[in-house]
């Protein structure tokens, strides 16, 4: 691997460039899926696949991602990880059957989960918590205009040229911010690294999951950000299935709750050196919990329409935008000594989590939203109950 060229201290764009990228093969897909059935004669279950399987692959992949990061550093797997990303986008645009489809979605995952871990990690090497919390939303509010446009530009692509140009496009935004980082990102880990021995990444996860403190944050952001999960396995049925929208309709109500989150974002950059990462979670995720009782109420008296849909999740993904950049600067922060390892571990529990939510929301949608509400609402129920748990646990003495 051949040396890094310019700063070693790689710039906010680039972090942001970098960690958008397995966001936005996640979102840019979505509204081609509920015609996927048709395309390749199959049933929505095993469509859902392409959906389940790529939050799977990126939470399974951050068991290893963290930890070779920690040992070799963060460009080589920076460069690596992209490299994976671009060729399963190449894989499922070339995909004739969907299990050829959902094995490029696997690739394809295991290559944009480099992007989400290590944009966490180097933020977290290079700044204290408070500060890293700010910085985390500053990314996260940038970089989720990647996600919010995906859903707006996959539909229309689908409907101008048809499923396969979504995967087009993040193939080409996988190349152009491979080539740039191979030019100007620089080595944030400072050391120690960590030895070649399978051993140690063994011992480094056993020690994450002997602190409190590390379960406490990482249950909270994975249960909190489950909410949002459940969503994305079951809004473009309903939106779609259930409601008679089309896939372009679904991407653009998409935008409401992206704009709220960028908006939760922008508070906790603003907010989250005067009052501190602990307030900022208990807002966000109380605010979970409104949305949650949003969605339940007008789904047993009125009924959903898209709007009241699409803001009940807008009102959790503000939620979210307070509590899952502190949550998470919290959780990577907890052992200076292992940040890959923890960056890897907690955003595997999260995907795991966000996986299994997506599923179920499938598994059980038919002819109602019911069970897309109730998961969501009790996701978020439960993001709030460990946050406070938690919360008088660390205060508890020693």
């Not at 990303?85 to 645009?93: E, T």
């Not at 929208?245 to 907010?271: C, E, P, Q």
């Not at 899952?324 to 990577?332: H, R, S």
Request: hydrophobic share 50%; net charge positive.
């Amino acid at each position: 691997m051949p040396p890094a060229k310019g700063p070693s201290r790689p710039s906010l764009l680039l972090l942001i460039a970098l960690a958008a990228s397995g966001p936005m093969a996640l979102n840019m897909f979505m509204p081609s899926m509920p015609g996927m059935v048709a395309v390749f004669n199959t049933d929505y279950g095993t469509v859902q696949l392409t959906l389940t399987l790529y939050l799977t692959s990126m939470a399974v992949a951050q068991l290893f991602v963290g930890p070779l990061a920690d040992r070799f550093g963060r460009r080589p797997v920076v460069l690596w990880g992209l490299g994976t990303y671009i060729l399963g986008s190449v894989l499922c645009l070339a995909a004739p059957t969907i299990e050829a489809l959902i094995a490029g979605r696997v690739v394809q995952a295991v290559g944009g989960c480099a992007g989400l871990v290590m944009g966490r990690t180097m933020v977290r090497d290079l700044y204290d918590l408070d500060k890293a919390a700010k910085m985390m939303a500053y990314l996260t509010m940038v970089m989720v205009v990647a996600p919010i446009l995906a859903p707006s530009v996959g539909g229309l692509l689908d409907h101008a040229f048809g499923w396969w140009a979504g995967f087009a496009v993040v193939g080409l935004y996988g190349l152009v911010i491979l080539a740039v980082l191979f030019r100007r990102l620089g080595e944030t880990h400072k050391g120690p690294f960590m030895g070649a021995d399978p051993r140690q990444m063994l011992a480094s996860y056993g020690a994450l999951l002997r602190l409190r403190r590390f379960h406490h944050h990482t249950w909270q952001i994975s249960l909190s950000s489950a909410a949002f999960f459940a969503f994305l396995g079951g809004a473009p049925y309903v939106t779609i299935n259930l409601m008679g929208r089309t896939a372009a309709d679904y991407g653009l109500y998409f935008m409401i709750g992206g704009v709220a989150y960028s908006l939760g974002n922008f508070l906790t950059g603003r907010l989250a050196e005067r009052l501190g990462s602990a307030r900022l979670i208990g807002l966000g995720t109380s605010a979970g919990v409104v949305g949650g009782a949003w969605l339940t109420t007008f789904h047993l008296t009125a009924g959903l329409t898209p709007l009241t849909l699409f803001s009940g999740m807008a009102i959790i993904a503000f939620g979210n935008g307070l509590c899952l950049p502190t949550g998470t600067a919290a959780a990577v922060g907890v052992d200076p000594s292992r940040i890959g390892a923890a960056a890897g571990l907690s955003g595997f529990i999260q995907m795991a989590l966000g996986s299994a939510a997506s599923s179920l929301v499938g598994y059980l949608l038919h002819d109602t939203a019911g069970p897309l509400v109730a998961v969501m609402t009790a996701t978020a129920v439960l993001g709030l109950a460990v946050h406070l748990v938690g919360t008088w646990d660390e205060k508890r003495p020693s």
